[in-house]
């Protein structure tokens, strides 16, 4: 098939391997951050776009001078881009020519059941099938990975993962920055053996040390004297980023998850646990040309160089008022959720229990309105966790008993739950019928058992 053979990475660099490991981690800024190519339709009539993909193995440059195998969406890594519009359906024919089972979901993506990538509804090696998405939501920055049930960590970790923009006229009409100012930034983890090969093994958060943006370790990017959007996604299996620039620069968050915040919303720094989505306005015409701009994370330094090396004219701005978020319906349901981890078994539990395809947890009403309680019982050992529920996006009620920060106050998906926190969500679900999960999104968490289900019903 197209698959490419598999030549291992050192059979180029015999016996050198650890040279060039090592050239790469002591030449930060040696590379461009390259931007994932936008996946293009292969037909499109009145209100659909059609498009395929296969999923096979690919040779990648992550570590400069070496060759990592990697699984791709259409060998690329990090996927390409699907931006589509809110309203038109996206029809996607994948094709698995892996020798594993996958399981294809749109993060954030309010989507039918037997398009939402459902752990076991899985896609056979060799096999095709077609995931349909209505896209009846609004502008968003979403995501697309994995799901297949347990090897979905080790999926995601190898390379299954792209952006899903999703655009809309209400978003178009605020003349933010656009086109070849509007950059998606994926942020990852890995960690690489000596001859460059990547290395899963699960929970193994102390050793996944390089990371990369857009595929690539420490790179830099050229910008203009001008106004930027940059959309953050935190693709890690369990790393939380902490960022902000290195000049303490103040920056305007205008989206997360779910799309535009109510109004624009100054901040100095930014928090990503794995999933989670932000969406800032920078402006470097704050910077002369020829200065150096780092992005740093509080844990792993400087990550991204921003060199500013042009004037640029700019007629994108960043009105007071971005979106309505719309008002809270009355929910008629009330639900608890605590994610703890069981020391003594090794488990990963939602409520006490490991994910099970079979058991139903939750049965829902279709297009009904729930609070739902969910608790990081993990003060011991103080394990974060985050959480994150298919089909809808929710609107945070609460943290800790406080009202949620301006850049959480907008519409969620996914939200952190540090140990021994509590967050209140509210959420309708629907308007889709059957099977969904919810779990943890540090995604080892998950396919070790800190998942659950959730039915929807008429
Ligand atoms: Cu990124 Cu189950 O999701
Ligand atoms: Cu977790």
Same mark, same amino acid.
């Given at each position: 098939?197209?698959? !490419?053979?598999?030549?291992?990475?050192?059979?180029?660099?015999?016996?050198?391997?650890?040279?060039?490991?090592?050239?790469?981690?002591?030449?930060?800024?040696?590379?461009?951050?390259?931007?994932?190519?936008?996946?293009?339709?292969?037909?499109?009539?009145?209100?659909?776009?059609?498009?395929?993909?296969?999923?096979?193995?690919?040779?990648?440059? $992550?570590?400069?001078?070496?060759?990592?195998?990697?699984?791709?969406?259409?060998?690329?890594?990090?996927?390409?881009?699907?931006?589509?519009?809110?309203?038109?359906?996206?029809?996607?024919?994948?094709?698995?020519?892996?020798?594993?089972?996958?399981?294809?979901?749109?993060?954030? &993506?309010?989507?039918?059941?037997?398009?939402?990538?459902?752990?076991?509804?899985?896609?056979?090696?060799?096999?095709?099938?077609?995931?349909?998405?209505?896209?009846?939501?609004?502008?968003?920055?979403?995501?697309?990975?994995?799901?297949?049930?347990?090897?979905?960590?080790?999926?995601?970790?190898?390379?299954?993962? &792209?952006?899903?923009?999703?655009?809309?006229?209400?978003?178009?009409?605020?003349?933010?920055?656009?086109?070849?100012?509007?950059?998606?930034?994926?942020?990852?983890?890995?960690?690489?053996?000596?001859?460059?090969?990547?290395?899963?093994?699960?929970?193994?958060?102390?050793?996944?040390?390089?990371?990369?943006?857009?595929?690539?370790?420490? !790179?830099?990017?050229?910008?203009?004297?001008?106004?930027?959007?940059?959309?953050?996604?935190?693709?890690?299996?369990?790393?939380?980023?902490?960022?902000?620039?290195?000049?303490?620069?103040?920056?305007?968050? $205008?989206?997360?998850? &779910?799309?535009?915040?109510?109004?624009?919303?100054?901040?100095?720094?930014?928090?990503?646990?794995?999933?989670?989505?932000?969406?800032?306005?920078?402006?470097?015409?704050?910077?002369?040309?020829?200065?150096?701009?780092?992005?740093?994370?509080?844990? =792993?330094?400087?990550?991204?160089?921003?060199?500013?090396?042009?004037?640029?004219?700019?007629?994108?701005?960043?009105?007071?008022?971005?979106?309505?978020?719309?008002?809270?319906?009355? =929910?008629?349901?009330?639900?608890?959720?605590?994610?703890?981890?069981?020391?003594?078994?090794?488990?990963?539990?939602?409520?006490?229990?490991?994910?099970?395809?079979?058991?139903?947890?939750?049965?829902?009403?279709?297009?009904?309105?729930?609070?739902?309680?969910?608790?990081?019982?993990?003060?011991?050992?103080? $394990?974060?966790?985050?959480?994150?529920?298919?089909?809808?996006?929710?609107?945070?009620?609460?943290?800790?008993?406080?009202?949620?920060?301006?850049?959480?106050?907008?519409?969620?998906?996914?939200?952190?739950?540090? !140990?021994?926190?509590?967050?209140?969500?509210?959420?309708?679900?629907?308007?889709?019928? &059957?099977?969904?999960?919810?779990?943890?999104?540090?995604?080892?968490?998950?396919?070790?058992?800190?998942?659950?289900?959730?039915?929807?019903?008429?």
């Amino acid at each position: 098939g197209s698959t !490419p053979s598999a030549t291992p990475a050192h059979g180029t660099h015999t016996g050198h391997g650890k040279t060039a490991h090592v050239a790469a981690v002591t030449a930060p800024f040696a590379v461009r951050m390259p931007i994932p190519p936008v996946q293009q339709p292969i037909a499109s009539v009145a209100n659909t776009d059609f498009y395929v993909v296969s999923t096979r193995k690919a040779q990648a440059e $992550i570590l400069p001078g070496t060759r990592t195998e990697v699984l791709t969406y259409d060998g690329h890594f990090p996927g390409p881009t699907f931006r589509v519009k809110t309203g038109r359906l996206a029809v996607i024919a994948h094709s698995n020519h892996l020798d594993m089972p996958t399981a294809v979901h749109v993060h954030g &993506g309010h989507t039918p059941s037997s398009s939402d990538g459902f752990p076991t509804d899985v896609l056979d090696p060799g096999k095709s099938r077609i995931y349909s998405y209505p896209n009846k939501q609004r502008a968003a920055t979403l995501w697309y990975h994995d799901h297949a049930h347990h090897m979905e960590a080790e999926h995601v970790f190898r390379g299954l993962a &792209g952006f899903f923009l999703i655009d809309d006229p209400a978003q178009a009409e605020l003349r933010l920055p656009a086109g070849n100012y509007d950059i998606p930034i994926m942020l990852r983890d890995a960690r690489f053996a000596d001859d460059a090969s990547l290395i899963f093994e699960h929970d193994d958060f102390q050793f996944r040390n390089t990371i990369l943006v857009n595929g690539k370790p420490q !790179p830099y990017f050229q910008v203009a004297a001008r106004k930027y959007r940059l959309r953050f996604v935190n693709a890690s299996n369990l790393r939380t980023f902490t960022l902000r620039l290195g000049n303490d620069a103040e920056v305007t968050q $205008i989206a997360s998850d &779910g799309g535009l915040l109510a109004g624009p919303t100054p901040i100095r720094s930014w928090s990503l646990t794995p999933g989670e989505r932000i969406e800032i306005v920078v402006d470097f015409s704050a910077f002369p040309v020829g200065s150096q701009v780092f992005l740093d994370d509080a844990v =792993a330094g400087p990550v991204l160089r921003f060199d500013v090396n042009r004037a640029a004219a700019d007629t994108s701005r960043v009105p007071d008022r971005l979106s309505t978020i719309p008002a809270l319906p009355t =929910a008629t349901k009330e639900r608890a959720f605590t994610l703890n981890f069981n020391p003594s078994t090794g488990q990963f539990l939602i409520n006490g229990q490991q994910f099970d395809a079979e058991r139903v947890d939750t049965e829902i009403k279709r297009n009904t309105t729930e609070v739902w309680t969910v608790t990081n019982g993990d003060t011991l050992f103080g $394990i974060p966790h985050n959480f994150h529920p298919h089909l809808v996006q929710f609107r945070v009620l609460a943290r800790n008993g406080q009202p949620p920060a301006p850049g959480e106050a907008g519409v969620k998906d996914t939200i952190s739950v540090g !140990p021994g926190e509590t967050v209140r969500l509210q959420a309708t679900f629907g308007p889709y019928l &059957g099977r969904y999960v919810y779990h943890c999104h540090m995604i080892d968490h998950s396919a070790s058992g800190m998942m659950a289900q959730m039915k929807i019903v008429p």
